[in-house]
């Protein structure tokens, strides 16, 4: 017998990322992400809705997360959906099921569309950022490709 668990979204981050530490130093990050639907229905009246998706990122793909996705951005999201159950401090018992992420796509520009622009983070205890631009350099064109070696991660 063959399964699978895969999970596709494509949607706007609804909350700035919750960076944080396991208590064995694993990086782990919580973000969520909406997902948009519209359709007609039988009256021939345009209908939305929307779905709010809680994604978790561990390791270097949760610091790159937590440093570069902010409230607003366009993401990409592919990962295995996974359900969690605990015990909540009334005594009731609570579930969740989230996006455990393999792979985040940044899809629009840091600054556009009123998003915060990028965070300088840490590897190996020294803080980076991207380097300035070059001030000849002309501002982007969002409408330019974008090429896999620009990425800066």
């Not at 989230?98 to 629009?108: F, K, P, Q, S």
């Not at 983070?121 to 070696?149: Q, Y």
């Amino acid at each position: 017998m063959y399964s699978l668990n895969r999970a596709t979204i494509l949607g706007n981050v609804t909350r700035d990322p919750e960076l944080r530490q396991t208590a064995s130093g694993q990086s782990v990050c919580s973000f969520g992400v909406a997902t948009n639907r519209t359709w007609t229905d039988a009256a021939g009246a345009k209908q939305e809705a929307a779905e709010f998706h809680n994604c978790v990122a561990w390791a270097k793909l949760a610091e790159i997360c937590g440093s570069y996705l902010a409230k607003g951005r366009k993401v990409y999201v592919e990962g295995r959906l996974q359900t969690r159950e605990w015990e909540g401090q009334d005594g009731q018992k609570r579930r969740t099921t989230e996006i455990i992420a393999d792979n985040v796509i940044i899809l629009d520009r840091a600054g556009s569309g009123g998003a915060a622009a990028p965070r300088s983070f840490s590897e190996g205890g020294k803080p980076f950022a991207a380097p300035p631009k070059p001030k000849d350099d002309p501002a982007p064109n969002p409408d330019d490709e974008i090429k896999v070696e620009d990425i800066p991660f």
